[in-house]
T-cell receptor, first 115, second 115 residues
Framework: AQSVSQHNHHVILSEAASLELGCNYS??????LFWYVQYPGQHLQLLLK??????LVKGIKGFEAEFIKSKFSFNLRKPSVQWSDTAEYFC?????????????FGSGTRLSIRP | NAGVTQTPKFRVLKTGQSMTLLCAQD?????MYWYRQDPGMGLRLIHY???????AKGEVPDGYNVSRLKKQNFLLGLESAAPSQTSVYFC??????????????FGQGTRLTVV
């Protein structure tokens, strides 16, 4: 069965600090991987996704993530965070090309940025 | 283009009452999902559908039923509401589960309180 683990429940950083949020997944086959962001009081929005090709994926707002197949990881990074990045971040996975596939989310990481 | 629309946005139920949450998407997506979001637990998949007329159980299906009579609509029903079903419910849809167009698009959410 698919599962996703996010190691950090709450991360507090100062503006301009670098960010790395961990995500590990469990699935034996081909995967599609996602990072979503949820700003306070809003719905989830896609930050970036990986489905094939270059394992380093660039998304919106300066975020990027690296797919390391051997480690079953898809960590999210940003070199310099801003106060406006305060939000909750979710990693998600689905088993690609399966008609029974479903998108499973991690428990989320709350990011707080000190101005 | 409305995307994914959920109704209602807020609802308060008494224990034992029933209700139906409606999700409508106008993107001609095959896949639709219902999640619940609870603090510290991320998004948990309740039920999902891989096409019109099909439904499948997710991670936490007990106490809920779903129907997908039309491709654009996915209904979530609570037959006898319980306080444990107090949550924020999100509907999502995706075009496919393989290839480039696999990401889920989310509705704005329904905040349900069961008293």
């Amino acid at each position: 069965a698919q599962s996703v683990s996010q190691h950090n429940h709450h991360v507090i950083l100062s503006e301009a600090a670098s960010l790395e949020l961990g995500c590990n997944y469990s699935y034996g086959g081909t995967v599609n991987l996602f990072w979503y962001v949820q700003y306070p009081g809003q719905h989830l929005q896609l930050l970036l996704k990986y489905f094939s090709g270059d394992p380093l994926v660039k998304g919106i707002k300066g975020f990027e993530a690296e797919f390391i197949k051997s480690k079953f990881s898809f960590n999210l990074r940003k070199p310099s965070v801003q106060w406006s990045d305060t939000a909750e971040y979710f990693c998600a996975v689905n088993g690609g090309y399966s008609s029974a596939s479903k998108i499973i989310f991690g428990s989320g990481t709350r990011l707080s940025i000190r101005p | 283009n409305a995307g994914v629309t959920q109704t209602p946005k807020f609802r308060v139920l008494k224990t034992g009452q029933s209700m139906t949450l409606l999700c409508a998407q106008d993107m001609n997506h095959e896949y639709m999902y219902w999640y619940r979001q609870d603090p510290g637990m991320g998004l948990r998949l309740i039920h999902y559908s891989v096409g019109e007329g099909t439904t499948a159980k997710g991670e936490v299906p007990d106490g809920y039923n779903v129907s997908r009579l039309k491709k654009q609509n996915f209904l979530l029903g609570l037959e006898s509401a319980a306080p444990s079903q107090t949550s924020v419910y999100f509907c999502a849809s995706s075009y496919s589960t393989g290839g480039a167009n696999t990401e889920a698009f989310f509705g704005q959410g329904t905040r349900l309180t069961v008293v």
